[in-house]
């Protein structure tokens, strides 16, 4: 019995320990995912983007 208590105990530690330095670091996690977001961008937009045309214009008669 005592080892599933120490098992037990050490697991709520763990989760307790884990979910305090996620929240306590929550600040530096979010700019990072932004930073990585922002990087992004640019080329997601570049590539979304159709290339304009080389030529405007009425188009041209077929010569017979």
Known sequence: MKV???T???LNVLVI???AGLYFN???IID???DKVKGEIP???KGSIPSLPNK???PSMPRF
Do not use: C, F, H, P
Request: positive net charge; without cysteine; hydrophobic residues 50%.
């Open 4 to 6: 599933i208590a120490i």
């Open 8 to 10: 037990s105990l050490a």
């Open 17 to 19: 320990g884990t979910g």
């Open 26 to 28: 929550r600040g530096k």
């Open 32 to 34: 990072m995912a932004l």
């Open 43 to 45: 080329s997601l937009v």
């Open 56 to 58: 405007t214009g009425l």
